[in-house]
């Protein structure tokens, strides 16, 4: 079939150092370092990139006391709002028959403040000045700071 080749096998041989100069540290490329083989040979090798370091893990903080009661009070006062609600849209009707009726009662006050000084102005008029009246005299006498006080009434 196929004829068969012998190869032969050599080893490398150490590398011994070179004459020519090595690189300079500015000149070596990102990623690549000067490492140290086992058998002491000096070489440019490629390292792994070293991950950056992982975030710190945020330490769990406990709950302001005032959060907590917030948080229990905001069912409650929704609660509370929503059952105002319902209250007011019940008693609209009630509501707005109070508001008419104060309103005539503010009426009704204003008018007789106006009315009965006026009436009884027309009541006197119509009488007439000294008909119909009577003229009361009052004499009051006392003696002394704490003294008894005297007096008489006189009807004309």
């Known amino acids: 079939m196929y004829p068969e080749t012998a190869y032969e096998i050599t080893t490398l041989t150490p590398q011994q150092p070179t004459a020519h100069p090595a690189m300079l540290p500015h000149e070596i490329p990102p990623g690549v370092q000067m490492v140290t083989l086992p058998g002491g040979i000096r070489t440019l090798a490629y390292t792994p990139q070293q991950a950056p370091p992982a975030p710190p893990v945020p330490v769990a903080q406990p709950i302001p006391t ?13 609660g509370g709002v929503a059952a105002a609600g319902v209250g007011l849209s019940y008693a609209a009707p009630g509501l707005i028959a109070m508001s008419e009726a104060l309103w005539a009662a503010v009426a009704l006050i204003a008018a007789a403040a106006i009315g009965v000084p006026v009436l009884l102005r027309l009541g006197r008029s119509a009488a007439g000045t000294g008909r119909g009246t009577t003229h009361i005299t009052q004499n009051i006498s006392a003696t002394g700071m704490f003294g008894k006080a005297n007096g008489t009434i006189n009807h004309h």
């Open 66 to 78: 005032w959060a907590k009661t917030t948080a229990l009070l905001t069912p409650t006062i929704g």
